[in-house]
């Protein structure tokens, strides 16, 4: 795990989540949504997450779901 996460960034704790009553997930990087999970892909979120053992693992989850979104042109 250490060697993911080389510049610490998940430390910061960047990433955040929420699930309305549908069982949608709204995944949101500093605030700001960046990836929205319905159906199985929620399902399957939500039992990764409630696996997960401490919050950088959490962190962790969260940044491989919603990939490589960062490319410049966001504000």
């Not at 999970?37 to 053992?53: C, P, Q, V």
């Not at 491989?64 to 042109?73: L, S």
């Amino acid at each position: 795990m250490d060697n993911i996460d080389k510049r610490n960034r998940l430390d910061d704790t960047p990433f955040s989540y929420r699930v309305n009553k549908k069982n949608t997930v709204f995944i949101e990087y500093y605030g700001k949504q960046v990836k929205i999970l319905k159906g199985k892909d929620a399902e399957r979120f939500l039992s990764k997450i409630n696996n997960a053992g401490n919050d950088k693992e959490l962190q962790l989850i969260m940044a491989k779901v919603t990939g490589n979104f960062k490319r410049g042109n966001e504000r």
